[in-house]
């Protein structure tokens, strides 16, 4: 099946640095990924949308140069937080489109990515 | 306005019962939705979806377009079930999803 990887699986960081995560599509290619965000005990919310070789899109009220997306190639999309602060704490999750066992388009999500910005 | 609604955080059952877990929507197009499934410690993955019609693990669930509903349904709980449930309608272009708040089915022995 296909298999997303984030890394790093958690983070520490200070504020005011820049922290960045990696999404992989580890065995097939995906030209869309997308990022979310989720706080303790709540659902995920879309960020934004990432695809290969344009700019992402990103959702109404997400600062487009305080999570800074790089979809550079088929399989690889970065997400850099910049200039943390301690609320930009939380769970980062990432999930690519490809075709699934069952034969259609779905998304496969990563493992997510703990960040704790002190 | 695009929305998700579950209006349980949890659902608690005993084994060999019926679970139904309610998933309303708010989407002026043609909508497409999915349940998704978190197992402890797992990530997310996809359960179901509408237009596949499908049956997995035992879990159904209908597109009602008159109810806006997308409940998910299994006539006999098991322990394995015990997970958090999410209701996600795609939107958009890119096929982007809108997940609902999720509930927790817990499954007693």
């Known amino acids: 099946g296909a298999v997303v990887s984030q890394h790093p699986s958690w983070v520490i960081c200070k504020s005011g640095t820049s922290v960045k995560i990696e999404c992989r599509s580890l065995?097939?290619?995906?030209?869309?990924m997308f990022w979310y965000r989720q706080f303790p005990k709540q659902s995920l919310m879309l960020m934004a949308t990432s695809n290969e070789g344009s700019k992402a899109t990103y959702e109404q009220g997400v600062e487009k140069d305080k999570f800074l997306i790089n979809h550079a190639s088929l399989t690889l999309s970065t997400l850099t937080v910049t200039s943390a602060h301690p609320e930009d704490s939380s769970f980062y999750i990432c999930?690519?489109?490809?075709?699934?066992?069952?034969?259609?388009?779905?998304?496969?999500f990563g493992p997510g990515t703990r960040l704790t910005v002190l | 306005a695009q929305r998700v609604t579950q209006p349980e955080k949890l659902l608690s059952v005993f084994k060999g019962a019926p679970v139904e877990l309610k998933c309303n929507y708010s989407y002026s197009g043609s909508p497409e939705l999915f349940w998704y499934v978190q197992y402890s410690r797992q990530r997310l993955q996809l359960l179901l979806r509408?237009?596949s019609r499908e049956s997995i693990k035992g879990f159904t669930a209908d597109l009602n377009k008159g109810e806006t509903s997308f409940h998910l349904k299994k006539p006999f709980a098991q322990e394995e079930d015990s997970a958090m449930y999410y209701c996600a309608l795609s939107v958009g272009g890119y096929n982007k999803l809108i997940f609902g708040a999720g509930t927790r089915l817990a499954v007693h022995p």
């Open positions: 509408h237009i």
């Open positions: 065995d097939f290619q995906a030209t869309t």
């Open positions: 999930s690519a489109r490809g075709e699934g066992d069952r034969g259609y388009n779905e998304q496969f």
